[in-house]
């Protein structure tokens, strides 16, 4: 399989979430049947959040690199956990063939969570060291900047130290607006940040998204957004086809902006994605091959 590094850029890539604890995976692959007919550059599986079983990640993130002929991407947080859990995953990983991971810190719940490791910098460099060039890494970014920092320079200055340490790209929380995006996306090419940031999309397909959204991460959401959410939350079929037009047209401007790639964050709904996607295959094909039929 061709590495990811190798894939003609736009790149494309999905985020899907693991059963939680000891449930069945089928369900999971029958979704993931779906998302790699899409041909996804890559496929990452979401570590722990939101009550996900760890195991499970490592189970769905070998499954996609070995089943299907996609990369998998591995999520790992290191909050709660101490070098030797963590050396355990990753060697379970790289026996199984994923050399993708998204190093992150994870969330805190209170400080005492804290295992060996504080920030996603410290795990970046521990893979290095332990691993050598065993792993590609990519780390998590923040256009609207991280909930728990004091400033957007303060938290580009801390991003450019995971970049430093060799990490291969970034994916950025999910946001709304885009020009928020393209004005954070030229503050960090102006600190210096080289590496492809791929913009985190998330379609809007329910209206108790939104409140959930906001608390996790603080994203904007611009008065368009509120507006169809507000005409149309009330029926589930209604708001999920504005939100889907919404994201698609996000991502038509977002190519347009020249992003170096997409991230759906799928909430594991095929259906979603595949009316996504017919949105945007000529857009993503001509963008990334620069086809011209006249002029
Ligand atoms: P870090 O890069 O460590 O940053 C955390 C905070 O510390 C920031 O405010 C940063 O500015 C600050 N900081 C960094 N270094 C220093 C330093 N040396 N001194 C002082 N301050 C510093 N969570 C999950 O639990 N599971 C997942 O699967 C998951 N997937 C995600 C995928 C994406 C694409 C994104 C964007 C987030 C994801 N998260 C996930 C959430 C993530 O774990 C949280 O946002 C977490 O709070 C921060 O993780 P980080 O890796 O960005 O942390």
């Given at each position: 399989?061709?590495?990811?590094?190798?894939?003609?850029?736009?790149?494309?890539?999905?985020?899907?979430?693991?059963?939680?604890?000891?449930?069945?995976?089928?369900?999971?692959?029958?979704?993931?049947?779906?998302?790699?007919?899409?041909?996804?550059?890559?496929?990452?599986?979401?570590?722990?959040?939101?009550?996900?079983?760890?195991?499970?990640?490592?189970?769905?993130?070998?499954?996609?690199?070995?089943?299907?002929n996609t990369n998998g991407v591995a999520h790992l947080t290191c909050v709660g956990t101490t070098?030797?859990?963590?050396?355990?995953?990753?060697?379970?990983?790289?026996?199984?063939?994923?050399?993708?991971?998204?190093?992150?810190?994870?969330?805190?719940?209170?400080?005492?969570d804290l295992g060996d490791f504080h920030y996603a910098s410290e795990l970046i460099r521990f893979?290095?060291?332990?691993?050598?060039?065993?792993?590609?890494?990519?780390?998590?970014?923040?256009?609207?900047?991280?909930?728990?920092?004091?400033?957007?320079?303060?938290?580009?200055?801390?991003?450019?130290?995971?970049?430093?340490?060799?990490?291969?790209?970034?994916?950025?929380?999910?946001?709304?607006?885009?020009?928020?995006?393209?004005?954070?996306?030229?503050?960090a090419r102006a600190m210096g940040i080289t590496q492809p940031i791929i913009a985190g999309v998330?379609?809007?397909?329910?209206?108790?998204?939104?409140?959930?959204?906001?608390?996790?991460?603080?994203?904007?959401?611009?008065?368009?957004?509120?507006?169809?959410?507000?005409?149309?939350?009330?029926?589930?079929?209604?708001?999920?086809?504005?939100?889907?037009?919404?994201?698609?047209?996000?991502?038509?401007?977002?190519?347009?902006?020249?992003?170096?790639?997409?991230?759906?964050?799928?909430?594991?709904?095929?259906?979603?994605?595949?009316?996504?996607?017919?949105?945007?295959?000529?857009?993503?094909?001509?963008?990334?091959?620069?086809?011209?039929?006249?002029?």
């Amino acid at each position: 399989m061709e590495n990811f590094f190798d894939h003609p850029r736009p790149s494309y890539t999905f985020e899907i979430f693991p059963p939680k604890g000891n449930k069945s995976t089928e369900g999971t692959y029958g979704v993931i049947d779906s998302l790699a007919s899409f041909n996804p550059d890559l496929i990452s599986v979401t570590y722990g959040a939101g009550g996900s079983s760890r195991d499970n990640t490592v189970e769905i993130a070998s499954g996609i690199q070995n089943r299907y002929n996609t990369n998998g991407v591995a999520h790992l947080t290191c909050v709660g956990t101490t070098k030797a859990e963590l050396k355990a995953i990753l060697d379970e990983l790289r026996a199984n063939g994923v050399r993708n991971i998204l190093a992150l810190r994870g969330d805190l719940k209170d400080k005492s969570d804290l295992g060996d490791f504080h920030y996603a910098s410290e795990l970046i460099r521990f893979i290095h060291e332990e691993y050598g060039d065993d792993f590609d890494i990519f780390a998590a970014c923040y256009p609207e900047k991280h909930p728990e920092a004091p400033s957007i320079e303060e938290d580009l200055a801390h991003l450019k130290e995971k970049c430093d340490l060799g990490v291969k790209a970034l994916i950025s929380q999910l946001f709304f607006d885009n020009d928020i995006f393209s004005a954070w996306r030229d503050k960090a090419r102006a600190m210096g940040i080289t590496q492809p940031i791929i913009a985190g999309v998330m379609p809007i397909t329910a209206a108790a998204q939104i409140p959930k959204v906001v608390e996790m991460c603080g994203a904007s959401v611009p008065s368009r957004v509120r507006r169809f959410v507000e005409a149309y939350g009330h029926h589930q079929g209604a708001v999920k086809e504005a939100g889907i037009a919404y994201a698609t047209e996000q991502i038509i401007d977002l190519l347009a902006r020249d992003v170096e790639g997409i991230h759906l964050y799928t909430m594991n709904q095929a259906d979603t994605v595949r009316r996504i996607d017919a949105g945007i295959r000529s857009i993503l094909y001509v963008k990334r091959y620069e086809v011209r039929t006249n002029g």
